[in-house]
């Protein structure tokens, strides 16, 4: 008896679907896009997705570095190709754009796992730590690959059967084949402002007047005086560091305009973020807490700035060479910069 041609017709079609399936699986899994595949050829990588929670634990497991970047985009101008002869060492930049406390948080577990004695910890303290979210200490901000981080690295064979695993592999190969230029740097480095070059003082004014105010109205009583509860976090991730490693906890230089007007919420809760890390690096062994985010002719010129938060390659330098400058224990004269606590 002649098989029925509709089932010979849905059989065929069955077996395609497996064996198409099937192929661009084994190709996902032996491009392998994240490099966090256990049985994956061992191929000379790069960070490939534009979301870099997918790309920092591949990095984080380099043993090539021995030192960490952490923190928001407000860190991510932190150069290690400039820090690590400044400072004498190996620095990966994990900082992310919109990264939670919480984010960071995951981000130092993982280093430490594969580097339990770090030479340098950097950590940005800006709006993240000091003007807190709902949910910021206890969730991410972006889709974030818990599978990464963590957890046995067999389970990320079951994360590899998506769309998006197959668009990362499909351009972590163009790379491997030549046919992709390197976006992001293989240190964690990437200049994500336009180069200097292009900058217009004229669009620039147009962004800041666009952007929301800081919160001018009055402080309660004792709000300068109180921490905020985001300490508790950086106080455990502080805890969880070698007393060797050096501690740089450093606020970013964010425009004037953000910081408010004396007395009101905005300042006040400033104040409370810098109190509560000159605390935290008082009591803690090899710690420099360094503020760049005051009123100073830095902060007060927008010039220097591409938007309030984001300031400009010359400041990432001037920054760069003031925290090596005290790291060093020498005198820093430059008055952008207030050593909250000298290590």
Same mark, same amino acid.
Not at 25 to 36: A, C, G, N
Not at 145 to 153: L, Q
């Given at each position: 008896m002649t098989p029925d041609p509709w089932r010979r017709f849905c059989l065929a079609a069955l077996l395609a679907i497996i064996v198409a399936g099937g192929s661009l699986y084994l190709f996902i899994v032996t491009v392998d896009p994240w490099d966090m595949l256990p049985l994956s050829p061992r191929l000379a990588r790069i960070p490939i997705t534009s979301n870099a929670r997918y790309t920092m634990p591949a990095l984080a497991r380099d043993p090539r570095f021995d030192s960490v970047i952490l923190g928001t985009s407000t860190s991510r101008l932190m150069q290690p190709a400039i820090l690590d002869p400044a400072l004498g060492a190996h620095f990966l930049n994990m900082?992310?754009? !919109?990264?939670?406390?919480?984010? =960071?948080? &995951?981000? #130092?577990?993982?280093?430490? &796992?594969?580097? /339990?004695?770090? &030479?340098?910890?950097?950590?940005g303290i800006d709006a993240a730590w000091c003007h807190l979210h709902p949910g910021s200490l206890t969730t991410p901000n972006r889709p974030w690959p818990e599978w990464?981080? *963590?957890? /046995?690295?067999?389970q990320g064979y079951l994360h590899m059967a998506s769309l998006f695993?197959? =668009?990362?592999?499909?351009? =972590?190969? #163009?790379?491997?084949? *030549?046919l992709k230029a390197q976006r992001f740097g293989s240190d964690g480095y990437t200049s994500f402002v336009p180069p200097d070059s292009q900058y217009d003082p004229a669009r620039v004014q147009v962004i800041f007047s666009h952007w929301g105010p800081p919160d001018n109205s009055p402080a309660p009583p004792g709000m300068a005086d109180t921490p905020p509860a985001s300490m508790e976090l950086l106080?455990?991730?502080? *805890? &969880?560091? /070698?007393?060797?490693?050096?501690?740089i906890l450093w606020?970013?230089? *964010? !425009? !004037?305009?953000?910081?408010g007007v004396a007395g009101s919420v905005a300042a006040a809760r400033l104040q409370a973020c810098r109190a509560g890390i000159r605390q935290l690096a008082e009591r803690t062994p090899q710690t420099l807490a360094l503020d760049f985010n005051r009123d100073t002719s830095v902060t007060e010129n927008r010039d220097n700035f591409w938007d309030p938060l984001h300031y400009r390659q010359p400041v990432a330098h001037r920054v760069m060479a003031d925290i090596a400058a005290a790291m060093h224990g020498g005198p820093v004269d430059d008055p952008a910069l207030d050593i909250l606590h000298a290590r």
């Amino acid at each position: 008896m002649t098989p029925d041609p509709w089932r010979r017709f849905c059989l065929a079609a069955l077996l395609a679907i497996i064996v198409a399936g099937g192929s661009l699986y084994l190709f996902i899994v032996t491009v392998d896009p994240w490099d966090m595949l256990p049985l994956s050829p061992r191929l000379a990588r790069i960070p490939i997705t534009s979301n870099a929670r997918y790309t920092m634990p591949a990095l984080a497991r380099d043993p090539r570095f021995d030192s960490v970047i952490l923190g928001t985009s407000t860190s991510r101008l932190m150069q290690p190709a400039i820090l690590d002869p400044a400072l004498g060492a190996h620095f990966l930049n994990m900082a992310m754009n !919109s990264a939670s406390p919480w984010e =960071q948080a &995951r981000e #130092l577990d993982v280093f430490l &796992r594969h580097h /339990p004695n770090p &030479r340098i910890v950097m950590i940005g303290i800006d709006a993240a730590w000091c003007h807190l979210h709902p949910g910021s200490l206890t969730t991410p901000n972006r889709p974030w690959p818990e599978w990464m981080y *963590g957890h /046995p690295a067999w389970q990320g064979y079951l994360h590899m059967a998506s769309l998006f695993a197959l =668009q990362e592999a499909a351009n =972590q190969f #163009l790379w491997l084949a *030549g046919l992709k230029a390197q976006r992001f740097g293989s240190d964690g480095y990437t200049s994500f402002v336009p180069p200097d070059s292009q900058y217009d003082p004229a669009r620039v004014q147009v962004i800041f007047s666009h952007w929301g105010p800081p919160d001018n109205s009055p402080a309660p009583p004792g709000m300068a005086d109180t921490p905020p509860a985001s300490m508790e976090l950086l106080v455990a991730m502080v *805890g &969880r560091m /070698p007393a060797s490693t050096i501690k740089i906890l450093w606020f970013p230089p *964010g !425009s !004037s305009s953000l910081h408010g007007v004396a007395g009101s919420v905005a300042a006040a809760r400033l104040q409370a973020c810098r109190a509560g890390i000159r605390q935290l690096a008082e009591r803690t062994p090899q710690t420099l807490a360094l503020d760049f985010n005051r009123d100073t002719s830095v902060t007060e010129n927008r010039d220097n700035f591409w938007d309030p938060l984001h300031y400009r390659q010359p400041v990432a330098h001037r920054v760069m060479a003031d925290i090596a400058a005290a790291m060093h224990g020498g005198p820093v004269d430059d008055p952008a910069l207030d050593i909250l606590h000298a290590r």
